[in-house]
T-cell receptor
Framework: SQQGEEDPQALSIQEGENATMNCSYK?????LQWYRQNSGRGLVHLIL?????REKHSGRLRVTLDTSKKSSSLLITASRAADTASYFC??????????????FGQGTILTVHP | DGGITQSPKYLFRKEGQNVTLSCEQN?????MYWYRQDPGQGLRLIYY???????QKGDIAEGYSVSREKKESFPLTVTSAQKNPTAFYLC??????????FGPGTRLTVL
């Protein structure tokens, strides 16, 4: 079952603009992770935010987590054409085993035009 | 050079045939996972293993089987019972509570 729902499904912007993607989920989580996938390739981990954290930064990436609303957002600042990819959120359920299953959203397709 | 590898990159299966997808990791991770991805979709979990000689069904295990005889290896067999196997298959591994590392994927097509 898909826990995360991502919004928008597709996003098209110009180079230099910021891109914001949102993720909602349904159950209590241990952590929430964001991944990137270039077409036809494996996923690459971008950032992990734990349930007791509200914001995290990594380079041009900023992730926020609101556990009361069961939602997260990923902001990519000063986007580049090389950022063109699909972006997925994934949640690790709370209360499971320490290697608990990740549940993925359906992803946001980001296109950055040069 | 640590990482996770999958082979083959492309695989073609005839009706009624079983095929096995390979996944190997040298990251010393305890946990390994198999996902299926259909066009324009997210990932769905097929099987996962937290320790050698043990594995659990994911959300869509029917028609698939796995083994975990070595820490480094987690092969996936797509059996003839899987009626719609054409998809992109991704293997991943992880340490406790941490991010998952993905292989490059195997694209399976039924002829």
């Amino acid at each position: 079952s898909q826990q995360g729902e991502e919004d928008p499904q597709a996003l098209s912007i110009q180079e230099g603009e910021n891109a914001t993607m949102n993720c909602s989920y349904k159950t209590s989580i241990n952590n929430l992770q964001w991944y990137r996938q270039n077409s036809g390739r494996g996923l690459v981990h971008l950032i992990l935010i734990r349930s007791n954290e509200r914001e995290k930064h990594s380079g041009r990436l900023r992730v926020t987590l609101d556990t009361s609303k069961k939602s997260s957002s990923l902001l990519i600042t000063a986007s580049r054409a090389a950022d063109t990819a699909s972006y997925f959120c994934a949640t690790l359920d709370a209360g499971g085993t320490s290697y608990g299953k990740l549940t993925f959203g359906q992803g946001t397709i980001l296109t950055v035009h040069p | 050079d640590g990482g996770i590898t999958q082979s083959p990159k492309y695989l073609f299966r005839k009706e009624g045939q079983n095929v096995t997808l390979s996944c190997e990791q040298n990251l010393n991770h305890d946990a390994m996972y198999w996902y299926r991805q259909d066009p324009g979709q997210g990932l769905r979990l097929i099987y996962y293993s937290q320790i050698v000689n043990d594995f659990q069904k994911g959300d869509i295990a029917e028609g698939y089987s796995v083994s975990r005889e070595k820490k480094e290896s987690f092969p996936l067999t797509v059996t003839s019972a899987q009626k719609n196997p054409t998809a992109f298959y991704l293997c991943a591994s992880s340490a406790k509570y941490n991010e998952q590392f993905f292989g490059p994927g195997t694209r399976l097509t039924v002829l």
